[in-house]
């Protein structure tokens, strides 16, 4: 799977929702996820995300090692909704992430 990591919080520029084949791109209050199972891992959010937020699993920075986590984790009481534009904007995020002071990225 794809991973987002730290420089999406705050921003959401949500080009990467508009690449994605699947629509596996959800979003939170303060970042974006990508759903580990549905990603299909083609690559195409990577490229265009402006503030470089987005890697391939084994390719996450160590500084932002735990955003794998986060992403997966972010799915766990959601489950597989199989597309994001049907649900909208989730009013929560990982506690990694929700816990994060303004500006922290
Ligand atoms: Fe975030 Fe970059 Fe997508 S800022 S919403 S990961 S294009
Ligand atoms: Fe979509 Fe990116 Fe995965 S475009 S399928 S989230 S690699």
């Known amino acids: 799977?794809?991973?987002i990591a730290l420089p999406c919080v705050d921003v959401k520029d949500r080009a990467c929702v508009d690449e994605?084949?699947?629509?596996?791109?959800?979003?939170?209050?303060?970042?974006l996820y990508i759903h580990p199972d549905e990603c299909v891992d083609?690559?195409?959010?990577?490229?265009?995300c402006p503030v470089e937020a987005i890697y391939y699993e084994d390719d996450?920075?160590?500084?932002?090692?735990?955003?794998?986590r986060a992403n997966v984790?972010?799915?766990?009481?959601?489950?597989?909704?199989?597309?994001?534009?049907?649900?909208?904007?989730?009013?929560?995020?990982?506690?990694?992430?929700a816990a994060l002071a303004p500006n922290q990225n």
């Open 73 to 97: 984790d972010f799915f766990e009481e959601i489950g597989s909704p199989g597309g994001a534009a049907k649900v909208g904007v989730y009013d929560f995020d990982h506690p990694l992430v």
């Open 42 to 48: 083609c690559g195409a959010c990577e490229p265009v």
């Open 60 to 68: 996450v920075p160590e500084e932002w090692a735990d955003y794998y």
């Open 1 to 3: 799977t794809y991973v």
């Open 20 to 31: 994605c084949p699947v629509d596996c791109i959800y979003e939170g209050e303060r970042m």
